[in-house]
C-alpha cells in the first residue's frame, strides 16, 4: 500500500512560470514532509521540509503548502528555471520513526 | 566537509554471484541507512544502524540481503546469490541522529546491475 502518493509523473513548465508538484499522504501519525531534488547520477538532496503546525513554509523560489485536513502537501516551484530540471521527490516521517517513505517523483522538465 | 560516499558507482555482476556495496558516511553521523531505488520510483528503505547494531532490517527483501557496520562507520551492504531483480540503484544515507527532523543525507549511489 502505497502511503504517499504524488502527481503528476512529469512536468513540463517554461522558464518564469511555476512548477506544482502534489502529494498525497495516509498515514496521520506523520510529522514531517521533505522534498527531495534528485539529479541523473546523484543521490537526493533535501529541497525543504514542512512540519504540520504550518500551513506555509517558504525558502527562496520554493514553498511548500500543507493542508493537513486534506491531508495533502504540495512543492511550488516560482519563476523557474531550467536549472531546476531534475526529480522531485516528496517523502514523510513520523514521530521517532527514522525511515522515509518517498511519494514515486515527479520529473521535472523546465525549457529555456 | 565530505558527503556520503559510496563505492563502487557502477556495479555489474552475473546472476548467481556475490556483490558487496560500500558506505561512507559522513564524519560524526551515528545513525546509516540503506535504501533501494528502481527505476522510475522513489528510495525504498532497506535498513537502519544506529552506531554499530542494526536497529530495523524490516526494509531488506529477503535472506539474501544483509549489512554491516562494525566499528560504527563505513557500512557494506552484501547481496548473496544476486538475481535480475536485484537490479537497482542502492543508496546510502546518514545523519546526526534519528530524531525525527534530522535531515539524512543521501550519497551518490551504487547502480547495481545483474545480468
Known amino acids: 500500500q502505497q502511503q504517499v502518493k504524488q502527481s503528476p509523473q512529469s512536468l513540463i513548465v517554461q522558464k518564469g512560470g511555476i512548477s506544482i508538484i502534489n502529494c498525497a499522504y495516509e498515514?496521520?501519525?506523520?510529522?514531517?514532509f521533505p522534498w527531495y531534488q534528485q539529479f541523473p547520477g546523484k543521490g537526493p538532496a533535501l529541497l525543504i521540509a514542512i512540519r504540520p503546525d504550518v500551513s506555509e513554509k517558504k525558502e527562496g523560489r520554493f514553498t511548500i503548502s500543507f493542508n493537513k485536513s486534506a491531508k495533502q502537501f504540495s512543492l511550488h516551484i516560482m519563476d523557474s528555471q531550467p536549472g531546476d530540471s531534475a526529480t522531485y521527490f516528496c517523502a514523510a516521517k513520523w514521530g521517532s520513526n527514522y525511515k522515509l517513505t518517498f511519494g514515486k517523483g515527479t520529473l521535472l522538465t523546465v525549457n529555456p | 566537509g565530505a558527503g556520503v560516499s559510496q563505492t563502487p558507482s557502477n556495479k555489474v555482476t552475473e546472476k548467481g554471484k556475490y556483490v558487496e556495496l560500500r558506505c561512507d558516511p559522513i564524519?560524526?553521523?551515528?545513525?546509516l541507512y540503506w535504501y533501494r531505488q528502481s527505476l522510475g520510483q522513489g528510495p525504498e528503505f532497506l535498513i537502519y544502524f544506529q552506531g554499530t547494531g542494526a536497529a530495523d532490517d524490516s526494509g531488506l527483501p529477503n535472506d539474501r540481503f544483509f549489512a554491516v557496520r562494525p566499528e560504527g562507520s563505513v557500512s557494506t551492504l552484501k547481496i548473496q546469490r544476486t538475481e535480475r531483480g536485484d537490479s537497482a540503484m542502492y543508496l546510502c544515507a546518514s545523519s546526526l541522529g534519528d530524531l525525527s527532523y534530522n535531515e539524512q543525507f543521501f550519497g551518490p549511489g551504487t547502480r547495481l546491475t545483474v545480468l
Open positions: 498515514n496521520t501519525a506523520f510529522d514531517y
Open positions: 564524519s560524526g553521523h551515528t545513525a
